[in-house]
């Protein structure tokens, strides 16, 4: 840590053989015994050591010292944040898309993706500001290519479909072509339309905690330790996203001074949304026509969770891995008329 043309770190002279709690040290040892009370959040020790004792109370920069306070810390500058373009971001993708038009009135298009996102920072834009998560934040600014992961958004596999069918039956199709006025006008003509999208999970990162080791305004990410289980992985019941949710909490530390933890090596739900829709048009004069249309929203009710709202905090191992919210809402219905003339 350093500031302008000095980037010498220097220890107040005021703490040489004193005793602040620790017994009557050397000026090294007393800052080694600060900052071992603060593991996890040295950033604080830091910050004790620069600001006057009037504010800490850490018996620190006590009287008339010669280290002059406030060089790293100020109370009204305690986080700056600015956009700078010098991040790096990698997307490599391949897409297939098949159109047809079959017989019998029924058309319709499939698409896939297979891709990759790599980056330093992304959010998705569900989240709220970047000042209030770790996400889309620099947490060591001197080596910010520790943060280099999978993007946010990033989805191996994307699936949609969407397609119209005009029903074979009425005036002019497969059943009832030869039908009167009035049961071709109630049966017949009706089309079906739909939109379906899938995609496999999207990523998401195991929280620090209420710990600051490397930056004084952001947590940053836990630190992965050893391999996860591949079974603890699997889905549990529920809300919960893992089968052997303490395997996966023993799997990460919390992050040493200068980390800033691993970025996203989670996966929870993707996406999953079917959408369809029934209408018809009743020729009620010449130049004047009713639309009804009955659309239906989630048809399979399918329920989809948040990965950015599991419970992954190093700080809460009794709730962790447990979903918060879903990515998807339940299933709604609306019925609609519009007369056209």
């Known amino acids: ?42 950033t604080y020790a830091l910050f004790q050591l620069d600001l006057p004792d009037s504010q800490t109370g850490a018996g620190i920069n006590a009287g008339s010292h010669t280290y002059p306070s406030y060089r790293y810390y100020h109370d009204q500058y305690s986080a700056l944040y600015a956009w700078r373009s010098i991040g790096q971001s990698y997307y490599h993708a391949m897409e297939v898309t098949l159109r047809q038009r079959f017989r019998g009135g029924f058309q319709g298009d499939l698409n896939y ?13 569900r989240l709220s500001t970047s000042g209030g998560n770790n996400n889309a934040q620099i947490i060591n600014s001197w080596v910010p290519g520790q943060l280099r992961g999978v993007s946010d958004f990033d989805m191996t596999h994307q699936i949609n479909a969407n397609w119209v069918w005009d ?81 996966v909490y023993a799997s990460f530390r919390q992050a040493y001074p200068g980390e800033s933890g691993n970025r996203n090596p989670l996966r929870g739900d993707g996406y999953y949304t079917w959408d369809a829709g029934l209408d018809k048009s009743f020729q009620l004069h010449e130049h004047t026509q009713f639309q009804f249309r009955w659309e239906v929203f989630n048809v399979t009710n399918s329920v989809r969770f948040d990965p950015h709202n599991v419970n992954v905090n190093l700080d809460n191992p009794s709730s962790f891995g447990l979903a918060g919210s879903t990515l998807t809402d339940k299933r709604v219905m609306q019925l609609s008329g519009r007369v056209e003339f």
């Not at 993706?113 to 834009?125: G, H, P, R, V, Y």
């Not at 496999?200 to 947590?219: H, M, Q």
């Open 1 to 42: 840590m350093g500031t302008g043309s000095d980037s010498t770190v220097r220890v107040p002279d005021r703490i040489d053989g004193a005793d602040i709690g620790f017994g009557a040290l050397s000026a090294t040892q007393n800052v080694y015994e600060l900052i071992n009370q603060n593991l996890g959040n040295e």
């Open 113 to 125: 993706t297979f891709s990759k996102s790599i980056d330093w920072t992304s959010q998705a834009e």
């Open 167 to 247: 029903l074979p039956v009425g005036h002019g199709r497969h059943w009832l072509a030869n039908q009167g006025r009035v049961v071709n006008g109630i049966l017949g003509n009706w089309e079906l339309t739909g939109i379906a999208r899938w995609t496999s999970g999207l990523p998401y990162a195991v929280d620090n905690g209420s710990r600051w080791p490397t930056n004084w305004d952001i947590e940053g990410f836990a630190t992965q330790s050893r391999p996860i289980p591949s079974a603890a992985l699997k889905r549990g019941k529920g809300q919960q996203m893992f089968s052997d949710p303490a395997a």
